[in-house]
């Protein structure tokens, strides 16, 4: 009842150092440049919902005659970018607030904001994203408390000003574009709580991390002059301004910070220098993401991932081993000291084998992966070996004679706890338990004959007992 209890309390602490390991990103405001603004009263939120007859590509493609990025695309290009505009749209609400209301061209300019971003990625809907809320100008945010122009949030609602989105495409080039930075906080959160994202993109936003280390340290020190201050504040922020500039002032960033842009290029498989190839990867960059692609299969980053087959071990080890091992270890003719050995070896073979396939990938931390070993793997196996040792039987049989020398009443059933001499498995009452039917038997001095089968582990097991009279 203790070990259980003791498991149970191990396994919400695992949860719960799961779940917040997890929820590292939060919300994400952008909330730099803001100016002061009067603080409206939020009414309730204005929907715009999209008719089927409204989706036409001809009209998407009218609407986006102000965007740089989409005119620069061949026809047959603007026809998958349309495409993609309209199955955004469909997947997502988009609301009015403080008395805003959505109009058709709005929604596909924000939409095509998210597919800019993602359009040279496979998984392009933001799928944890369901509703995006446009504010007319600067909003008031009680969970942040500050006046903010934009938020991605985990709940999956992206905010937005819509006087703020408009000016980040009105100026191309000063690096400043609210609508990219809000979907690249989206993007990145995706990962973890989107159920459609490119594993590819989780595995190059690694090595994007190590290359970017050094300049968010210079951008703190001050000593870096062409990402702004605020890409220093974390990586999220880091990315995201990266993203703005990726797409603003591309030239000027590949030749300030080729490696940061190389790396971003191959992140979200296009490169904005491409105009002519429509942002198409040059065969430098796209032969770079076959070889990631190839070393990410032998060396997987699952950070980010739903699911992973340790979390299923460990559930087993939690829910299900405590029953089997309650009957499996009592029959076993081995003592208590033997049955912990067998665990502790577990528990160092499992680290040593399979450290650098979980914690090294990601898929656990170490603490997390310290609780699997304990409550999962080492629980898994050592039932396994018993399960397995009883099922397949070695031939033969051995048998043991042990003289009584004492009775004891045990079980609330009747069965009789028996004392041999030696204090013969005294730490084992499963073995020298004896039926209450037998009690005219039990007594001093009698031989208590027990029979052992051994299984292929070589593990001995109770098979039976005899008792016979002195």
Same mark, same amino acid.
């Given at each position: 009842?203790?070990?259980?209890?003791?498991?149970? $309390?191990?396994?919400?602490?695992?949860?719960?150092?799961?779940? @917040?390991?997890?929820?590292?990103?939060?919300?994400?405001?952008?909330?730099?440049?803001?100016? &002061?603004?009067?603080?409206?009263?939020?009414?309730?939120?204005?929907?715009?919902?999209?008719?089927?007859?409204?989706?036409?590509?001809?009209? $998407?493609?009218?609407?986006?005659?102000?965007?740089?990025?989409?005119?620069?695309?061949?026809?047959?290009? +603007?026809?998958?970018?349309?495409?993609?505009?309209?199955?955004?749209?469909?997947?997502?609400?988009?609301?009015?607030?403080?008395?805003? %209301?959505?109009?058709?061209?709005?929604?596909?300019?924000?939409?095509?904001?998210?597919?800019?971003?993602?359009?040279?990625? %496979?998984?392009? %809907?933001?799928?944890?994203?369901?509703? $995006?809320?446009?504010?007319?100008?600067? #909003? @008031?945010?009680?969970?942040?408390?500050?006046?903010?122009?934009?938020?991605?949030?985990?709940?999956?609602?992206? #905010?937005?000003?819509?006087?703020?989105?408009?000016?980040?495409?009105?100026?191309?080039?000063?690096?400043?574009?609210? /609508?990219?930075? %809000?979907?690249?906080?989206?993007?990145?959160?995706?990962?973890?709580?989107?159920?459609?994202?490119?594993?590819?993109?989780?595995?190059?936003?690694?090595?994007?991390? +190590?290359?970017?280390?050094?300049?968010?340290?210079?951008?703190?020190?001050?000593?870096?002059?062409?990402?702004?201050?605020?890409?220093?504040?974390?990586?999220?922020?880091?990315?995201?301004?990266?993203?703005?500039?990726?797409?603003?002032?591309?030239?000027?960033?590949?030749?300030?910070?080729?490696?940061?842009?190389?790396?971003?290029?191959?992140?979200?498989?296009?490169?904005?220098?491409?105009?002519?190839?429509?942002?198409?990867?040059?065969?430098?960059?796209?032969?770079?993401?076959?070889?990631?692609?190839?070393?990410?299969?032998?060396? +997987?980053?699952?950070?980010?991932?739903?699911?992973?087959?340790?979390?299923?071990?460990?559930?087993?080890?939690?829910?299900?081993?405590?029953?089997?091992?309650?009957?499996?270890?009592?029959?076993?003719?081995?003592?208590?000291?033997?049955?912990?050995?067998?665990?502790?070896? #577990?528990?160092?073979?499992?680290?040593?084998? &399979?450290?650098?396939?979980?914690?090294? &990938?990601?898929?656990?931390?170490?603490?997390?992966?310290? #609780? @699997?070993?304990?409550? /999962?793997? /080492?629980?898994?196996?050592?039932?396994?070996?018993?399960?397995?040792?009883?099922?397949?039987?070695?031939?033969?049989?051995?048998?043991? &004679?042990?003289?009584?020398?004492?009775?004891?009443?045990?079980?609330?059933?009747?069965?009789? +706890?028996?004392?041999?001499?030696?204090?013969? @498995?005294?730490?084992?009452?499963?073995?020298?338990?004896?039926?209450?039917?037998?009690?005219?038997?039990?007594?001093?001095?009698?031989?208590?004959?027990?029979?052992?089968?051994?299984?292929?582990?070589?593990?001995?097991?109770?098979?039976?007992?005899?008792?016979?009279?002195?």
């Amino acid at each position: 009842m203790l070990i259980g209890l003791l498991f149970l $309390i191990l396994f919400f602490v695992f949860i719960h150092a799961t779940v @917040y390991g997890k929820m590292a990103e939060g919300n994400v405001p952008y909330a730099e440049r803001n100016t &002061q603004s009067s603080r409206g009263r939020l009414v309730m939120p204005i929907p715009f919902r999209l008719r089927t007859g409204m989706l036409r590509t001809e009209d $998407i493609d009218r609407s986006l005659h102000w965007m740089p990025y989409y005119q620069k695309l061949s026809k047959p290009a +603007k026809d998958v970018f349309c495409g993609r505009v309209r199955e955004f749209m469909q997947s997502k609400e988009f609301s009015g607030m403080m008395g805003l %209301e959505v109009h058709f061209d709005m929604a596909v300019s924000v939409s095509a904001a998210a597919v800019q971003l993602t359009y040279g990625l %496979e998984h392009y %809907e933001l799928s944890h994203f369901h509703s $995006i809320r446009i504010f007319p100008e600067v #909003f @008031y945010s009680k969970i942040n408390r500050n006046y903010l122009k934009g938020g991605a949030s985990e709940s999956g609602v992206i #905010f937005l000003s819509w006087k703020h989105f408009v000016e980040g495409y009105k100026n191309g080039a000063d690096t400043f574009n609210l /609508g990219l930075h %809000e979907f690249a906080h989206a993007l990145k959160i995706n990962t973890t709580q989107g159920s459609d994202f490119d594993e590819e993109f989780v595995h190059y936003f690694t090595e994007l991390e +190590k290359s970017s280390s050094p300049v968010i340290d210079s951008i703190r020190r001050g000593e870096h002059n062409f990402l702004r201050k605020y890409g220093g504040t974390n990586m999220h922020e880091f990315f995201a301004v990266c993203v703005e500039h990726f797409f603003e002032v591309p030239k000027l960033f590949r030749e300030k910070l080729p490696d940061v842009y190389n790396k971003l290029c191959v992140l979200l498989n296009q490169d904005p220098c491409e105009e002519q190839r429509d942002y198409r990867l040059t065969s430098h960059h796209a032969s770079e993401r076959i070889i990631d692609r190839s070393l990410w299969k032998r060396m +997987k980053d699952y950070r980010y991932a739903k699911w992973h087959w340790s979390l299923s071990i460990l559930l087993a080890g939690i829910f299900l081993t405590p029953y089997f091992l309650f009957v499996l270890i009592p029959p076993v003719a081995i003592s208590s000291s033997v049955l912990w050995a067998m665990y502790t070896a #577990f528990l160092i073979g499992g680290f040593a084998l &399979q450290y650098r396939k979980i914690v090294k &990938q990601q898929a656990l931390n170490v603490t997390q992966f310290i #609780f @699997y070993l304990l409550l /999962g793997f /080492g629980p898994v196996l050592l039932t396994l070996v018993l399960g397995l040792n009883m099922l397949i039987i070695l031939p033969g049989e051995t048998v043991e &004679q042990y003289k009584m020398t004492g009775v004891a009443r045990m079980t609330s059933d009747g069965d009789y +706890k028996i004392f041999l001499e030696n204090d013969q @498995y005294t730490d084992n009452n499963a073995l020298t338990i004896v039926s209450k039917y037998d009690r005219d038997l039990i007594r001093k001095g009698n031989v208590l004959e027990l029979s052992f089968k051994t299984g292929i582990f070589g593990i001995p097991f109770k098979n039976g007992y005899t008792i016979r009279e002195k």
